[in-house]
């Protein structure tokens, strides 16, 4: 049954209705799901055109059940443990999503994010290992941080590339705390408040090692007054 | 002294050059400094050219001083706590920036992101007292929601207006945490922590009470891919 | 030895004064304590007529071990991780409980209130997956939240659906936060801060992923004025 | 205008459809209005026959401002800060509602939720001074404990009342932290976490002070299966 | 070489003034320290006449190669996880030390502390299953509490059993948190609060899990004014 | 009326059976009481021969209320916000009870703590500004920290004076954690931390400023096996 | 009597000894403590040769009372909140402090840094006001930078200046947390958090606000190797 | 490509600037990388002569597999979890870096502190098990305390240890909190906590279990005025 946009197969009631709402389909958070959950869900949003949609939080044994039920459709990116059926969209962003990675220890998250930039119809550039201890390494790509139509910093630690980054750009910056460091790093706190107080304005945050949810946004700020 | 893009007038060293690199002029952070040392600030921005500029956090009694001493084209917006040296900009974004608050009490906040928004040149939509414990007030509102370009949701206590409201809206949506509440809210965390962990997909946050940042990035959303 | 309404088992003195006392027996709490153990608190249970008992958070291997001693009058509730020695009880309550799940990963824990209000005599309604980022589902379940009598929400991340539920029914509601979420969730902590501020009025909250204790609430809501 | 069930006066959109909905008036949240903003929504709702009508939190300047504004039908408590405009409803509950107060420090909160219930039309017995630190106390109040049909529990520091009280009755149990105490008790978090840890089941827990809270769930509790 | 008091062993100074000094032998921390490294620092307290001597937090698999190295003066009392060298003392307190645990799950820390007291040379009562969801079982001991000269309350949870217990007992009350419980119990944190903000006065702390500080404590107390 | 072992003054139960249970008698939590409170609770505790009777946390102009309406034998302790009615008792105590306060600032806790255990009937030594950053200072007062049978120590900052004297002692130490401090003292939260985790055994804690319940713990340590 | 190095004055101790010892008298900690307490202190340390001395944390009307009773060889530096009796020392280290503060609110503590260093015989240079949100301010100062032998960074809010000017420095960095800010800074966490896992290394902390402390470090820092 | 003072690898960019910047070579954080990457990473360093470079957190595992691709100029530490590839500098410091241990559980941290500062050109002094619950083993090594340079304070639990030495000590002492501990040490959080509120000026602050930073800030210390 599909009454009032979402389809109800017990465990889940799909929202098959959001892709026309948001622009994009129904995301599929797979920690605590089985891969039996995840197949189910991923054919009933493509049953009703729901694509590309994603699954996030995909550990590597299941992301094979996934695909050994769904064909060459679905794609597995491990290093963002994201799953994707159906091809990304074409970009038509208004520019270019810039995602820097403050540690090499950062880039899973990192690769979340650009992976879902991607898939949603932008065109990604990505900055690795761009950590203030040596802030040449950043000033060297001030020119795409100048370009840049939306910047995704993702960092652990203190997470004081946020700051850094936000008072040399002038676009939209999307703040992404990792759970990198130990410690008083509290598994991502220290970088989650650091963030959340940066001296730069312009800087909003999502969860931390949520680069998905930093994705979706950096694509929204990118096709701001364009097709929804 | 100018030299590299500041000027030093001891104890501050104020920006000129944030209009070219940002696209705005620095802003005053009210709190901590005297009268003086705004006028001082506000004179050496005005100077450069760094118009309209902002002063944030500033009480009543600060704002007369100031305004006394930089006469009228110096207002003050006693609900936001916000000063501002110079007219607003003429509004030329991609659409319209939608300010929603869950209560009455939030609306200081909402206030402080709406007249931040108008004075960098953006159209806004005030939406007052859409709290979800009586959703109907909101879903009332659902047009504005489909039609924003950006949506600010401003809300204490529990904050779960920005998850409802992020369920609604295609755009990117900015979740601003406010101290209203008590006990359990723990002076703004309980909202902020809601919101950062909202269910729903395009959720950004700033400070607790930071209604100036969230204007700041509702601004520059609004102008991705338009004049820097 | 049954002196004082307790009868004292050397690790445990079991309470065979409660069925008389509270309506219901002493349910077993499974964490810690040995499948030898718990067989033998729940033979002394039966001994005196404490039936239905419940024993929870009880996993798989132990289940089988406390089934294998106890027979067929023991039955165990995998996803809920509730065993149960005698049958339910038949409804006699006012009304229906109503369990909402915000989404998939919430289920377990709202099963483990289902079971335990339906072994205490409650007719019980399961929602799965009506969480708030997508509101037409909920909203498709009106009826149900509007007939419920006792109504219990299982949520975690930003637990929102406690205060959107709230405030369309007219019943009490039992909010349970559960552990789903990861980064700033802190393990259930979000969805606990957010249910105890609800804008909404009329809801009260109990321990993170207690399921158990949300259920004898329930029932003892559905119960008021009726059999103690 | 009242389009979808609600007023729209500006700084509020009074929520006139409460009554119908929920069985109760919507209740004003005094902190961070000022005494005409809630003269206002106070007067809508009376238009709307939203009587009997709560405002919490209001400090005795306020209230004389509110009372002077709507004369005698408005009526002040100030041990429990509320303003209620129109009549306590008849006792048409099932049963009793006993509020117990651990120490004489807890007495304000209490008296909130007690005010609350007996507003709604509910029977309320008021139980002082029966914190666990002199047991005697409270087991000589033991009958009125079992005959309640709902008691709510209003404890400070350790908030240890809420499990012993909930040991011994049968009926729901809904727990209040409060503020009272020092060092440690870190302005009610001791008592809230104490509360929601209570090893006695079928015991739910408020926000920290909430006697309002506590007041409208005991009435919708002792109200199951009657006049919603 | 023993200068000073201790014996340097490298990876320890061995404190053999500590029998003279404070009454019993340095403890040995096990967590962190290789069978081999305990076995030395032991070996060394024997050659001192620092005996006996205990070893806690020792898991099976090290106690098993401490006694095979060791020989039969040294006892492992798995429940508690405690290893000892040499005999325990003969009971020479003031009275008798009770151990009283609020649920089977905290009975290894229980058995920690009682062993540990008895080590030191005191008469030990144990008391198991006290919790007060079941008033009774506590009352019914309550001879047993009044005849203490020491009171050593075991609980986690919220720990409310040292509140009613300290008001029942004239003796000092040495409370112990434990890690017992599960989401807003935040592995003893709330048990430790309850423990610190006691209603009831004369009762104090030690550390979460912490039974030999208990122990230690409790058998200082019970030789006030006797053999140091 | 007196039933059952208390008086029902209407805003409070006293116990009157107290002293007769515990040794001494009920105090007076002064905060959040009025001074007529106070009167009558301390007039009810005189009429039952609970004396001496201590109101703690009173600040001056509460005392001198009390005081104007109680009469000379009620007697105030401006340092340590004490009130007592009746006179101290004889010391009848073990041994000496020793108070050592860190700092200067640390003197108000202390001198609560001393003359509550004075007034119990003990032997009081002060020892005063014996912090270890002049580690001299204390190991100049070693004798009367051997001599002791009782140390109460009271410690703000980082509260390393426990672990230290803790080392020192062969008596049981009660640790008092103060507020003193600032930043990342977190009013008290550091020191209690700190000596939670003593390194030293033998070390119980009670709360943040409590020195009212420590002298009360060092009065029955100091007669265990004496007189209750 | 000033046996074993220190002077017993009652309410304090004062370490005659701490200059020998560790180069520098002691200071005296203001808050808390009498003008008259303070004066009494600050005279012993005088009689005893124990000068230049420092007094923390004193208001301005404190340091009227003390400065009218030690006359002019006692100097208050009112944004510092610092008073000092007896003269700076002549600058004797191995080279330049640098203090840098990141904004103009945190100039006090800044202050407080670096009156400490000079009084205690070191060259100051300071930097006003060069946060990270417009690093320009900072590179141009970037000679000073690497020209000191110790860098003492001040910053609040999110304190990101200590991990960006820790990897351009090559000298020890001591970096102090401010209280500057609100919302998530907590006030002064974020900034103590931030600092504490900065990703450039040679970065030590010291407590949110403590100039002082900050100031005594460098000092010693600059004088390794040289006067103790 | 080396352009901007780094090389550019694709998953880092590695500062070959830092030797000459900052007087060390970059050290590779060992967590979250592939022994792989940190092979090319520590290739990279050895071409452009950065040598010694240490990588740290590196587990055994890792450690072989790097160790076989580098040879045998790479030499791992196992009790610091450190690696190093190239010789250590020959001594020439200002003088002797002392690492204190307060407890045997502590000597891993410990020696990554010791290994890090030696081999940046320092000589060691190592101290173990000097805690303060017996302190006449930390009294007895007064005179290396006296003639450090840099002291280096490694403790879990309270930490008490770095205000007792830095009250011994004339030069600049580093804490380094550890996560040894249980219960309310909160894996560090304790000593951390009590080590910045130390009462003793002139402590500094690294994080948690961070004896590299320690190394570092001691080594900078150690050469002030000296070699950069």
Not at 152 to 171: I, K, N, Q, R, Y
Request: aromatic content about 4%.
């Amino acid at each position: 049954m599909t009454a009032g946009g979402y389809e109800d197969i017990g465990h889940a009631r799909v929202d098959v209705d959001r892709l026309r709402r948001q622009g994009m389909a129904e995301a599929v958070y797979g920690e605590g799901k089985t891969a039996e959950q995840i197949v189910e869900i991923l054919r009933v949003l493509k049953a009703h055109g729901q694509l590309p949609a994603l699954a996030t939080r995909l550990d590597a044994a299941k992301a094979a059940a996934v695909g050994a039920a769904l064909g060459a459709e679905f794609e597995y990116f491990p290093a963002a443990r994201l799953g994707r059926l159906g091809k990304a969209r074409t970009d038509d962003g208004a520019g270019t999503v810039v995602v820097a990675a403050a540690g090499t220890s950062d880039l899973p998250v990192a690769e979340e994010a650009a992976i879902t930039a991607e898939t949603l119809g932008n065109r990604v550039v990505r900055l690795a290992d761009v950590g203030v201890a040596g802030i040449h390494r950043l000033l060297a790509e001030r020119a795409a941080l100048e370009e840049a139509s939306v910047l995704v910093v993702v960092a652990g630690m203190e997470g004081a590339l946020a700051s850094v980054a936000g008072g040399l750009a002038a676009c939209p910056v999307v703040a992404v705390p990792t759970g990198v460091g130990y410690g008083a790093a509290f598994e991502g706190l220290a970088a989650l408040l650091g963030m959340l107080n940066s001296c730069a304005a312009g800087v909003a945050v999502v969860n931390i090692d949520n680069g998905f949810g930093a994705g979706v946004l950096a694509h929204r700020i990118n096709h701001v007054g364009r097709n929804k």
